[in-house]
């Protein structure tokens, strides 16, 4: 059974960089053909797609968040992170990591890109991210 656990900060002020990390359990993150995505909620908002982290380790990101995005990640701990930096208080979201066995499917609209819930097999609970002075 796979299961994801994101963690956070909570809370955090504009202009710095919040690192979130996502825990795996039940498959491994090198395993081939595993996608994981980070998606984001704003409050009354859809699913926004921010990237994927491959088996591989290469990456890609939705052109509205890529010059403030990095994902990485540590195999012997199975763990994915997100670092989004110069944060504004329209950072402020749910975030989740999700996966999927193949390339995952997005929607682009202008440089965003949205996401469903249904396209992915497995999601993490979520961590809130709120930017505020």
């Known amino acids: 059974q796979v299961r994801l656990q994101e963690s956070g900060p909570g809370l955090v002020k504009p202009s710095q960089t919040v690192s979130l990390t996502c825990d795996v359990s039940g498959d491994s993150i090198t395993t081939g053909y595993r996608y994981w995505s980070w998606i984001r909620q704003p409050p009354g908002k859809g699913l926004e797609w921010i990237g994927y982290?491959?088996?591989?380790?290469?990456?890609y990101y939705s052109p509205a968040l890529k010059s403030r995005t990095s994902f990485s990640r540590d195999t012997s701990k199975n763990r994915i992170t997100l670092q989004l930096s110069s944060v504004t208080p329209e950072d402020t979201a749910v975030y989740y990591c999700?996966?999927?066995?193949?390339?995952?499917?997005?929607?682009?609209?202008?440089?965003?890109?949205?996401?469903?819930?249904?396209?992915?097999?497995?999601w993490g609970q979520g961590t809130q991210v709120t930017v505020s002075s």
């Open positions: 999700a996966s999927t066995t193949g390339i995952p499917t997005y929607y682009p609209s202008g440089l965003v890109c949205y996401a469903f819930r249904s396209d992915f097999q497995s």
């Open positions: 982290i491959d088996y591989n380790g290469d990456t």
